[in-house]
């Protein structure tokens, strides 16, 4: 990182650790319409607190988080859609405060490669199955002299298969 | 003096565990016994150095010794004893001994109690676990030594965060330990079958256990985490995919998959080669949650350790530990010979569906955590993985194990009968249905999605009861018969029952609390009132208070549900003096297993403070169940089987007494 850069970011750390934790979402903030406030409400969530660790606004009691929740209710009160305001935040602050990551460009690895290990894992399981059923382990058939020896020790044990015989 | 002691005593445990992990392991090669035998004496006395080091450090806690760094950093002589203890392991040094700590007692425990082994297997695992104690004690003597002196010694310590001065610190991280290096021994077990080339269902018998035990402390250490977050953070949430939580939940997805296969493995001799890979995996991936937490890699609400050189230290362990069994894995693995087939529908079938899952749902959590480092490093790009990326992988992925969940148990091995089982759970599915039907009745437009998960909660618990109620043949023998067979089930039954009920439970209160939580965000004054969630809140009075090392001001609440007084409620603004630093503290009361949960913030500008109030329904049974879950694990380590042990030698050869639950 760039030492300015790095200065920026210390400096606003630093004044996110000083600021004393005001309470997240401050009653002041909050919208008279009970709709337009979910909808900012389920739009925080989506949106992090950059000076944070891993925080939405909706959590972060940093001054910023609140500029943003401000910023996302005036967006709300000017008409905007919900993507409209999400649209805004990014071409202001950059992808980094979506807090769902967007499904385009790499990003879409990110999304199929839990369900990509999971087909990875089936098919895995499934050619090993193919391999085992066509390998020299596969259970053989009895031969007729086992078959006759089976006969027998079923005659010997009255007709009924010995239990163990069963289970195995 | 007693700092030198303990430092003395890492340097020569250090000594201890380089003669441990050589020489039975290279007796175990020559086929010397004598050099074998050395093991245990080594192991129990490695454990001994590393008790006597832990004890020197709490001890200078105790006495706020501050000429040693690490209590100036970290204490304060005004803190209360208990934190002054748990301030021992609150901090990056102090709690890498504790994870060595933890590593020697278990150990030393197999080392005791091991006498039952075959003598090659145990001097490989002794040896292995003794390597896993080498390069972590090298890590703290070269990188984090809590025992170094500070001249001149300052009067007084900077105290510890207050966020962790709190009971929490004095169970979750040891619990957590636990759990991660629990699966050390496991780990151990698997390479040294890989260096044997060598795995018998006698193996099994051992592992199970370790793994067990491993993954009941770790799911009862993520919960307690969870707890601890909810009521000490002060904003009502008891889950955020921090990476620090994802670091927990990976071992904990690979350790639950491992148990599963490892009961394939002990009864069926199959999947031997894959219940090597996952106890690899479970200790691999506690190692990066080590690593992650420890290195400051990723930055979050844990993270107090940031120096760079460690990082390149534990990278070095990771790579070392990882990459080297991996290698080793690929390199042996084909030695091991396959047992057991099976076809697609039977309890391997699911038990092997169980494990990809999971092993997907970790793969998901690695993925999330570790991907905007990848991508910066990458491209510069910075971008962030949050929930709403967890929720929609890891649920995808969890909802299928929570369905088939009631199916697993109640199939048969080898060759299962799906519309058999099916027709045995159409009364639980029933039941959850008509659950579902009452809740979507009774919360009509609440939340749509709220029926069906209360549905499929429902239908895991009557699901895991149903396979009991199976076994003890209810509905086909006599209410004494039926008495007399849950006797005489194994307590293993009993385990899965429990733990397969845990997760339904679980889900039920993540529901429930997701679904139809209210909250109330307010300015208050004295005096003033507002209703949440079916109580109406007052706020009496502001109280400020002293502590011994802090300043609060609490707000007391009353509480009244229907006009009935229900007492009081207080939540506070604490400042801690040594740090001047704030905590809320909030105000939580349980009625039955719901929640009133009230935080108050600061003093507003037109006077009053801000307050957050929040009705949680069932929030406690999100906590409740993993416990449920953990002693399902307890329960099953209890068992017989697992009490006595893995078989003698001799006794391998006779056919092994198929256990009720092959019926």
């Known amino acids: 990182m760039r030492a300015p850069a790095a200065r920026l970011l210390a400096g606003l750390l630093l004044a996110a650790a000083l600021a004393a934790p005001a309470h997240a979402v401050q009653p002041d903030e909050v919208l008279a319409d009970p709709k337009m406030e979910a909808r900012a409400r389920d739009l925080s969530r989506e949106l992090r607190c950059m000076v944070c660790q891993n925080q939405s606004i909706d959590d972060s009691d940093a001054p910023l988080a609140r500029d943003l929740r401000i910023i996302v209710r005036e967006r709300l009160k000017a008409g905007d859609s919900d993507q409209q305001v999400l649209d805004f935040l990014v071409a202001r602050y950059g992808e980094f405060v979506l807090m769902r990551p967007t499904w385009h460009g790499a990003n879409v690895l990110l999304w199929l490669a839990p369900f990509g290990v999971l087909l990875a894992g089936i098919a895995g399981v499934l050619l090993y199955a193919r391999r085992r059923g066509a390998g020299p382990d596969r259970q053989a058939p009895l031969t007729p002299d086992e078959e006759r020896r089976l006969g027998r020790l079923i005659d010997e044990a009255g007709g009924k298969a010995p239990a163990d015989l069963t289970k195995l | ?663």
């Open chain 2, 1 to 663: 003096m007693i700092p030198e002691i303990g430092h003395y005593a890492l340097v020569l445990a250090l000594a201890l565990a380089i003669l441990q992990t050589v020489l039975p392991i290279w007796g175990a090669r020559a086929g010397d016994e004598a050099l074998m035998r050395v093991g245990p004496p080594l192991a129990i006395a490695f454990a001994g150095f590393v008790i006597l080091s832990f004890a020197a450090l709490v001890a200078v806690y105790v006495q706020s010794d501050f000429s040693v760094v690490n209590v100036v950093e970290n204490s304060h002589s005004m803190k209360p004893l208990l934190y002054k203890i748990t301030g021992t392991w609150g901090n990056h040094e102090g709690s890498m001994l504790l994870w060595v700590l933890v590593l020697a007692l278990f150990g030393g425990t197999v080392a005791l109690f091991g006498s039952n082994l075959p003598s090659r297997l145990k001097a490989n695992v002794i040896g292995v676990q003794g390597s896993i104690g080498v390069a972590f004690l090298l890590f703290i003597l070269l990188t984090s030594n809590p025992f170094l002196r500070m001249v001149p010694a300052p009067a007084e310590g900077r105290d510890l965060n207050p966020i962790l001065q709190d009971i929490g610190l004095a169970i979750h991280p040891p619990l957590l330990y636990l759990g991660y290096v629990g699966f050390s021994v496991t780990f151990a077990f698997a390479i040294a079958a890989l260096i044997d080339g060598r795995i018998d269902a006698a193996w099994a018998r051992w592992v199970r256990p370790w793994a067990l035990a491993a993954w009941a402390f770790l799911t009862v250490g993520i919960a307690m985490g969870s707890y601890w977050a909810y009521y000490e953070l002060g904003w009502g949430g008891w889950w955020f995919w921090d990476p620090v939580e994802n670091a927990s939940l990976m071992p904990w997805f690979a350790g639950t998959a491992l148990i599963h296969s490892a009961v394939v493995m002990e009864k069926r001799d199959a999947l031997k080669v894959w219940t090597i890979l996952l106890a690899i995996l479970a200790f691999s991936l506690s190692l990066l949650g080590t690593f992650l937490v420890r290195s400051g890699v990723l930055t979050s609400v844990h993270a107090f350790a940031t120096d760079p050189t460690r990082g390149v230290f534990i990278l070095a362990i990771l790579v070392a530990f990882i990459g080297g069994s991996l290698a080793l894995f690929a390199w042996r693995a084909p030695l091991l010979r396959q047992g057991g087939i099976f076809a697609p529908v039977s309890r391997e079938g699911a038990l092997v569906l169980n494990n990809l899952l999971l092993t997907a749902s970790a793969a998901a959590v690695l993925v999330g955590t570790l991907y905007p480092l990848a991508l910066e490093a990458f491209n510069g790009e910075k971008i962030t993985v949050g929930p709403p990326y967890f929720n929609v992988t890891v649920g995808a992925l969890m909802l299928p194990v929570a369905f088939a969940m009631p199916f697993g148990p109640l199939l048969a091995w080898k060759r299962g009968d799906l519309v058999g089982v099916g027709q045995r759970l159409m009364a639980a599915f029933a039941l959850a249905l008509v659950a579902a039907g009452v809740v979507a009745v009774a919360t009509e437009g609440g939340p749509v999605l709220a029926p069906f998960g209360i549905g499929l909660a429902a239908f895991v618990i009557l699901g895991a009861v149903t396979d009991l109620a199976e076994r003890a043949g209810l509905g086909r023998v006599s209410p004494g018969t039926m008495l007399a067979r849950l006797r005489g089930l194994p307590r293993a039954a009993y385990g899965t029952m429990l733990a397969h009920a845990g997760i339904g439970i679980c889900l039920l209160g993540i529901v429930a609390e997701t679904s139809w939580s209210s909250e109330r965000i307010i300015g208050a004054k004295p005096g003033d009132a507002f209703p949440v969630g079916g109580f109406e809140l007052r706020l009496e009075r502001l109280e400020p208070r002293t502590g011994p090392n802090y300043r609060d001001v609490a707000a007391v609440f009353s509480v009244r549900r229907g006009g009935v007084e229900e007492g009081t409620v207080e939540s506070s603004k604490r400042i801690f003096t040594a740090r001047n630093m704030p905590t809320t503290e909030a105000g939580i009361r349980t009625f039955g297993f719901s929640q009133l949960y009230v935080s108050v913030g600061d003093e507003l500008p037109g006077g009053g403070i801000g307050v957050r109030a929040y009705y949680k329904p069932l929030v406690t049974l999100i906590w409740l169940g993993a416990v449920v879950m953990a002693l399902g694990g307890a329960l099953s380590l209890s068992d017989r089987r697992l009490r006595v042990g893995a078989p003698k030698p001799a006794r391998r050869k006779q056919p092994a007494a198929l256990p009720a639950a092959a019926e």
